[in-house]
């Protein structure tokens, strides 16, 4: 509850900052773009660089409680997908070559291949390749991306009534009821089928059952696609993961 109720702050502090007119009617476009562009492929590059790729496959096999191998997963292969989906969309190139062009020019993939290689450098060399002049700030400017999404995400609520459009308010509850008790639900089901027990089985559930990252929001303003139905599923999510999480805790005692 406290990890929501952080989420929950920020969110407000974005509603309230637009409710003030806090930087215009282009705030919201700006700190988007500037988390997407900047913020995120920095936040990427500094957690993977410093992280051992060995360790990731020690994770896949014996240590279930990590995370980076998820975020290794979602950065590296889903997030690419539907980001040259996105682009293919909205551009109307599908051609390989256009595709190979899109994949160059995404910012968070750069990001995180950048960390990707910098990371197997430094497994190698036994150093850390980065001077700490160069990755501090880059740090700080990573930092910042969670913050920065959350807000603008807080800014889009202004003048904004959730659910309110009849033709996309099944959508939305069935992209939320997927993500808060059907995913769990095949976590709970793959995981004991590989044999987790306790506390294991019971983190893989969790961490399935937390709400559609912010990310999915910012992905839709920056291509200007399904803006509407992404913030709604996002904001439904994020309200319906503590109790899914509370009967999971309950089911799973």
Known sequence: MQGFIVIGVIIGIGYLAARANVGGPTAQMVLQRFAFFVATPCLMFTLISKENLADVATYILDDP?????????????????ALTALDISTTGKSSFAATAKQLAHQPILIGVLCGIIVSAASAGTGVFLVPQFLYDPLNIVGQAA????????????????????????????TAAALKNAFMPAVAFALASALGFT???????????????????????????????????GVLLSTICSPVCILAIALLLN
């Not at 409680?65 to 997908?81: K, R």
């Not at 603008?152 to 033709?167: Q, V, Y």
């Not at 294991?200 to 992905?219: D, E, I, T």
């Open 198 to 232: 306790g506390h294991n089985l019971y983190a893989c559930v969790v961490l399935a059952a937390l709400p559609s990252a912010q990310n999915v929001f910012n992905y839709a303003a920056r291509y200007n696609a399904g803006t509407t139905f992404a913030r709604d």
């Open 65 to 81: 409680a990590a995370v980076t191998p998820i975020v290794l997963m979602q950065q590296v292969i889903f997030t690419p997908m």
């Open 146 to 173: 969670v913050p920065l999404i959350l807000c603008a995400f807080g800014m889009s609520l202004r003048g904004a009534r959730p659910l309110a459009n009849r033709e996309g308010r099944q959508a939305t509850i």
